[in-house]
């Protein structure tokens, strides 16, 4: 019977295989099998039109020149039938049956490993098909090749930060960058997604691989870019400390396409360093109205603040900035108590304050004065000048006290100054400070200080008018009542309040420090115009008006009996003596944030309060590179004005003034200035701000407010309530923000868009927030979770076998041979009455290290004091690391080593007693054969001799003792006799043992 053969000839063959990969190409073999990827269409066509329904089958080879994946001839799927000239692409659910291992043979890779894994060794492949006759298993097609370069990704290389230690800025602000690897593989073709992670190192010398092993990060954050900006949004970094930062690429399919994971290496950084506290802090009364303080800096710091108030109150601090190590406090009232504390400044950044300190001010000499009498002043006999002379100072002029507010020279001085005037309350009176000499009693012994009120008013101290000063007697001048001056009373600090006591008709002045100045209008001499009009000047120059009813003028209101202001249009807001850089209309001091609007190009700067002959420079620096030239242009930048221009590009810039010994810096922000709220209905807002209510303490927090709570790690359950919130609101939700990642569905008690919210918050600490939203607002308070303190103090290990065999911090435990050996490992902490509920699970944190290995992740015992392990003795040796405590974790360790039994056994004879036996042996032959030859005929005396010595060896434990020794067992056996045998006719016996010994 004749039978069809089809069979392949060349291009001639009857059928036509077309295969093709798509990329990317995976190291995946099951992913060519899947029909929703299409990674590997194969195309078969029969052109033999004689034919129908012909059954066929495939042969796959995949190979590179390493690894080969070919058909088993023994497997036989369902065949695929064919017909002439219609193209029949090979189903996915057959091919799959052929790329199934099982079905494979395997060569150059461990097939156990590949059918686990299924992944593709790296290289370049050839995917080959064949079509086979169903039956007769010959060639009937071409052979349809494709080539693929497999390959696994690198992971992303890490470019920003490169520095070792960042510069802090102020908004918090670091830039983060990588560049990805895989672009140029076969495998790009796929969309990558990045996961940043940030841990934080502490304490400080841990190494960051373990670091970014052993803990959860502080912040992540996924995104499809190769960089994040890291903002004043995310999670503070604290100044000094150590982070590490890892990128980790993943594929959008699924697949693990990358090499270790996608996970980058891991970098570090320091960011800044810690603004450390002064030290040395000290302050001294130096009279009624002034205090000093002087303390020793660090070598990072660029400045203080110091603060002070009367002890005893809750009044707000009055702040003093300066660059130098010691600060005058002035304006004090005599005989009082203050309190004082100093904080440091390290660029944009404040340090922790110092301790606080108190001193009593001098009491006040009473000074007898009348308007309009000439004081008494004794004749000043002290001619020596006072060596340095600076702002701050006080000095007498006529028994008039004069704080020295600007200062020119260095002797004779120009500058300007406030004069006390008793009937004012000591309020402040301007004068300009003329060719003035002070003695080292800071007394006035030449020129003239002049107010600045009236020159030919009753405010004249020293000589004025030609006249010259007769050397400080008190006969100088004659009282002067000429005309008097338009401004009545005058006070040395910024005016921004004035009102009228309705009860008692007194004139109630509040500077801009919040201090208060009470004016009573009936007392003599404070209507110097006698116009019944109260005119008060401020140190900008601005004037209100109270009238003879109450009624009070403020400076931009019209009034006939006001006097002009005489302010610019840079009027400081500042302390006449501190330098400011002016911008806008606003005085900015050094480390102070500049906003303006995003589409602002064109600044312009000014320098106010320095002195006169400095020489000044400016700069302007863009993330550390100076850009100076490139803003200013062709503007000079040595004067006190500066203009400049700066690109839109530009977001953030510091600019810096140096002038003399001195020098202030500004942070630039672009942007900040672009929606300005009304400040009005700003405050109506904040009035009306809803707040959160909670029920352990049944108080309500406002925005911004701290809620404290004890820790624990048991189920402790909370309720929270929006009050106040207006009646139009429509809905709620709650968010709660632990750590920088919203936790609410794991803590909440209740649905979370309710008015009200119950949450469990056993075990949580670290940076907890709660916010209330409600319709487009929110309320957001600080929860602060109490963790009980405590250290680790010790570490022990026991042996279960003998409990009293011990091993402490930094000591071995030796353990002789022995199958599952358990040891007890316990940490010691102080205090010992803490329990398990009030520290988290991850202050104490167990590890171990097997001989070379990485160290060992024990998280399931994590917050243990106490754990078993046992030991199989696969390893000679482990170590038991412990890190715990808080705030600050200790490391402690303890070893476990080893010990094989090791024992042997064996027999010999030590020299010594070699030589003894064979002298024994001499002796013993000698005796039986002379009483041999005693005996005579029919005696014959035998000597016989053994002796031998056995050893054994081996290790032990010690008993109740961490430690293991060595033991050696001898033992010895053996003896000597004579034997004498008589021979008698007929009978013979023998007389044994007539010597033995040994034993």
């Excluded at 569905?745 to 309710?754: P, T």
Aim: proline content about 5%.
């Amino acid at each position: 019977m004749a039978k069809a053969e089809v069979s392949a000839q060349g291009t001639s063959a009857p059928v036509q295989v077309n295969s093709q990969l798509t990329p990317p190409n995976s190291i995946y073999l099951s992913d060519y099998a899947n029909a929703s990827l299409n990674k590997w269409p194969i195309t078969l066509t029969l052109r033999d039109f004689t034919k129908s329904d012909y059954r066929v089958r495939l042969r796959i080879t995949i190979e590179s020149q390493t690894v080969r994946l070919r058909t088993k001839p023994t497997f036989r799927p369902t065949g695929i039938y064919l017909n002439a000239g219609i193209p029949t692409q090979v189903p996915y659910d057959k091919l799959s049956a052929y790329l199934n291992p099982n079905n494979l043979e395997i060569s150059g890779i461990n097939p156990g490993t590949f059918s686990n894994s299924q992944q593709l060794p790296e290289g370049f492949y050839t995917f080959t098909v064949e079509v086979l006759d169903y039956q007769r298993g010959n060639v009937v097609s071409n052979v349809g090749r494709s080539v693929a370069w497999i390959v696994q990704n690198d992971p992303p290389l890490l470019n920003l930060p490169y520095e070792d230690k960042l510069r802090i800025q102020e908004p918090q602000q670091v830039q983060f960058q990588w560049t990805p690897r895989h672009t140029a593989s076969p495998n790009s073709a796929f969309e990558t997604e990045y996961i940043f992670r940030l841990w934080e190192i502490w304490p400080a010398d841990r190494n960051p691989n373990e670091v970014v092993r052993t803990s959860q990060p502080i912040f992540e954050h996924r995104t499809n870019l190769n960089s994040y900006f890291y903002g004043p949004g995310d999670i503070a970094l604290v100044p000094g400390r150590n982070y590490a930062w890892q990128v980790q690429a993943v594929s959008n399919i699924g697949r693990d396409l990358f090499k270790n994971e996608g996970r980058s290496e891991v970098k570090s950084f320091q960011y800044g360093d810690e603004c450390l506290p002064i030290t040395g802090f000290g302050i001294e009364a130096l009279g009624p109205d002034r205090i000093k303080a002087d303390w020793t800096g660090g070598w990072n710091h660029s400045g203080y603040v110091v603060k002070i108030r009367e002890s005893g109150t809750t009044e707000e601090w009055t702040n003093y900035a300066t660059n130098i190590e010691t600060q005058v406090l002035f304006d004090l009232e005599a005989d009082t108590e203050y309190e004082v504390q100093v904080f440091s400044k390290c660029g944009v950044l404040t340090g922790d304050g110092s301790e606080v300190q108190s001193v009593t001010t001098f009491a006040q000499d009473v000074v007898d004065f009348n308007c309009g009498e000439e004081p008494d002043n004794p004749a000043i006999t002290n001619r020596e000048p006072i060596a340095n002379l600076q702002v701050g100072d006080k000095i007498e002029a006529l028994g008039f006290k004069v704080r020295i507010t600007e200062l020119s020279g260095s002797g004779p001085y120009n500058g300007k100054g406030a004069i006390e005037v008793p009937l004012f309350n000591l309020a402040g009176v301007k004068a300009d400070l003329v060719n003035i000499e002070v003695n080292t009693d800071k007394k006035l012994i030449g020129g003239f200080v002049e107010t600045t009120v009236n020159p030919a008013g009753p405010f004249i101290v020293g000589l004025g008018g030609g006249d010259e000063l007769d050397e400080g007697n008190a006969d100088a001048t004659e009282d002067g009542t000429e005309e008097t001056p338009d401004t009545d009373v005058v006070i040395d600090e910024v005016i921004t309040d004035v009102e009228v006591d309705e009860e008692t008709g007194e004139i109630v002045v509040t500077t801009e420090d919040g201090e208060t100045t009470t004016i009573d209008p009936d007392e003599e001499g404070v209507d110097e115009n006698e116009d019944g009009d109260i005119v008060i000047e401020d140190s900008n120059g601005d004037t209100w008006v109270v009238g003879p009813d109450g009624t009070v003028s403020s400076p931009n209101e019209s009034n006939d009996n006001s006097s002009s202001s005489g302010s610019s249009d840079t009027d400081t807001n500042t302390d006449s003596s501190t330098p400011v850089i002016v911008y806008n209309g606003s005085d900015y001091t050094d480390g102070e944030m500049v906003n303006f609007s995003s589409d602002i190009t064109d600044l312009s700067f000014e320098l106010k309060n320095f002195i006169e002959g400095d020489e000044i420079a400016w700069s302007i620096t863009e993330s550390e590179n100076d850009i100076s030239s490139e803003a200013a242009g062709s503007n000079p930048t040595d004067e006190a004005i500066l203009n400049i221009t700066l690109n839109t590009d530009v977001a953030t810039a510091q600019l810096n003034s140096t002038f003399g010994s001195n020098s202030i810096s500004l942070n630039l922000q672009r942007g900040a200035g672009d929606s300005e709220e009304d400040e009005e209905s700003g405050d109506e807002a904040e009035a009306e701000l809803p707040k959160i209510w909670f029920n352990e303490d049944n108080v309500e927090y406002a925005d911004g407010e701290i809620i404290t709570i004890d820790y624990t790690s048991a189920d402790h359950d909370i309720a929270f309530e929006l009050k106040g919130y207006p009646e139009s609101t429509e809905s709620f939700k709650w968010y709660f923000m632990h750590n920088g990642v919203d936790h609410t569905v794991d803590v909440q008690n209740n649905e979370r868009n309710l008015y009200n919210f119950g949450m469990d918050i056993g075990g949580k600490a670290g940076d907890i927030k709660l916010i209330a939203e409600y319709d487009d607002q929110s309320v957001e308070v600080i929860i602060n979770v109490n963790r009980k303190e405590f250290e680790l103090e010790s570490i022990m290990a026991v042996d279960m076998k003998d409990t009293k065999r011990k091993a402490y911090w930094g000591e071995t435990l030796y353990l002789v041979s022995g199958i599952g050996r358990n040891v007890k490992f316990q940490a010691g902490i102080d205090p010992e009455s803490i329990s398990s509920s009030e520290y988290n699970d991850n202050d104490i944190v167990w590890s171990y290290n097997e001989q070379e290995t990485p160290q060992q992740n024990l998280e399931y015992e994590f917050g243990k004091r106490t754990i078993i392990k046992e030991y199989d003795f696969s390893d000679e040796s482990l170590r038991m690391n412990l890190d715990a405590g808080y705030p600050e974790k200790m490391h402690k360790y303890v070893d476990v080593h080893r010990i094989k039994e090791d024992r042997e056994k064996g027999e010999f004879l030590p020299p010594g007693i070699n030589t003894a036996i064979n002298l024994s042996k001499t002796v013993l032959n000698e005796i039986a054969e002379n009483l041999d030859n005693l005996a005579g005929p029919g005696v014959e005396v035998e000597a016989g001799f053994n002796f031998s010595i056995s050893q054994e060896q081996f290790n032990e434990e010690i008993d109740e003792s961490r430690l293991y020794r060595t033991v050696r067992e001898i033992k010895a056996s053996g003896g000597a006799n004579l034997t004498a045998e008589i021979m008698i006719p007929g009978l013979s016996f023998t007389i044994p043992k007539v010597l033995k010994a040994g034993g």
